[in-house]
């Protein structure tokens, strides 16, 4: 991985941890959880699918779209990540 795209992989994990931290605490899914795992264990296309399931059936899971948001930026998909709605995100 190039040092540009390691830079902007880490500025973008940054950016989603400082938003998602002030994100109000909801409870979790089982649908959440999952996909954060399938994320942790490297299943990153399957964790994508899991994480955008569960943001279209519920738009206020903050950990949802955080999983969502890693995975994408995990598999290099930048511009998809930096599109996510960021009103949704409090």
Known sequence: MSILLRSRFR???LFLAGI???ARVLAQ???TLNAQKLEQE???KE???GGAKVVNANPKDS???ASLGVALARLQEYGEAA???KSNCT
Request: proline fraction near 10%.
């Open 20 to 22: 998602f931290s002030s």
């Open 47 to 49: 964790a994508a699918a």
């Open 63 to 65: 950990a949802a779209w």
């Open 29 to 31: 899914t089982p649908d």
């Open 42 to 44: 490297g299943k990153l």
């Open 83 to 85: 599109q996510l709605p």
């Open 11 to 13: 500025l973008l994990i």
